[in-house]
Antibody
C-alpha cells in the first residue's frame, strides 16, 4: 500500500537549518510529484512548493524562495525539505503529499507530518 | 496568484443536519478544485477532487459541486466524526493554494 513516512519531530534554534525527509513506498516514486504543505499553530494549510520526481526540478512558493531547498534521493525513494535560517514563525507541522496528476490534480496521499519547533 | 476564499470560517451544527461550505477563487479555475478534511493530529484527507468526484471510501453524504469560480461542499446527515477543518484547494497551475479553512463543530 502507498505510504509516505516522514522523519521525526525537530527542535531547532533560531537561525539554524532543518531537513525533513519523506520516504515513499508502495508505488513507483518517479510517477508522482511530491509537494510540501505546512500548518502553523492556529493557522490553515499553506502550500510551500513541489518537486518533480521525474526531473528533480523544484519549484517553491514565492514566500519561501531562497529559504527552502527541495531535493530527492531517487535511490531510496525519498524527498527532502530543508528550511534554512529558521525563524519563530517557521514553527509548524510540515507535510509531504503525493500529487495524482493524470488529468486531474490532487493530493491523494500525505505523510504523517513532522513538527518543527523553532526556539529563540 | 489565485486566491481561495472560504465561508464561513466556522460553523456549528447538530447531528443529522446538513451544512454547506462555500469556496470562491479569485479567477476561473474550471473544475480544478479539491476538498480536504483535516483533524487534529492527523494528515489532511482528500474528500473530493475535480470539484465533484467523491473519493473512494468517503461517505456519500459528502457532495461537491461548482465550476469556474464558485464551489460548494455539502455534508448531509451530519455525523459526529465529521467534525474537523475543511479546506478547498485549487490545482489550476502552480502555485497551488488552499482556502483559509472552515472549522466544523458538532453541537
Amino acid at each position: 500500500q502507498v505510504q509516505l513516512v516522514q522523519s521525526g519531530s525537530e527542535l531547532k534554534n533560531l537561525g539554524a537549518s532543518v531537513k525533513i525527509s519523506c520516504k515513499a513506498s508502495g508505488y513507483t516514486f518517479r510517477n508522482y510529484g511530491m509537494h510540501w504543505v505546512r500548518q502553523a499553530p492556529g493557522l490553515g494549510l499553506e502550500w510551500m512548493g513541489w518537486i518533480s520526481t521525474l526531473s528533480g526540478n523544484p519549484t517553491s512558493a514565492q514566500g519561501f524562495k531562497g529559504r527552502i531547498v527541495l531535493s530527492l534521493d531517487k535511490s531510496v525513494d525519498t524527498a527532502y525539505l530543508e528550511i534554512i535560517s529558521l525563524r519563530p514563525d517557521d514553527t509548524a507541522i510540515y507535510y509531504c503529499a503525493r500529487e495524482y496528476g493524470a488529468g486531474a490534480y490532487y493530493f491523494d496521499y500525505w505523510g504523517q507530518g513532522t513538527a518543527v519547533t523553532v526556539s529563540s | 496568484d489565485i486566491q481561495m476564499t472560504q465561508s464561513p470560517s466556522s460553523l456549528s451544527a447538530s447531528i443529522g443536519d446538513s451544512v454547506t461550505i462555500t469556496c470562491r477563487s479569485s479567477q476561473t479555475i474550471s473544475n480544478y478544485l479539491n476538498w480536504y478534511q483535516h483533524k487534529p493530529g492527523k494528515a489532511p484527507k482528500l474528500l473530493i477532487s475535480s470539484a465533484s468526484a467523491l473519493q473512494s471510501g468517503v461517505p456519500s453524504r459528502f457532495t461537491g459541486s461548482g465550476s469556474g469560480t464558485h464551489f460548494t461542499l455539502t455534508i448531509t446527515s451530519l455525523q459526529r466524526e465529521d467534525l474537523g477543518v475543511y479546506y478547498c484547494q485549487h490545482t489550476y497551475g502552480i502555485p497551488y493554494s488552499f482556502g483559509q479553512g472552515t472549522k466544523l463543530e458538532i453541537k
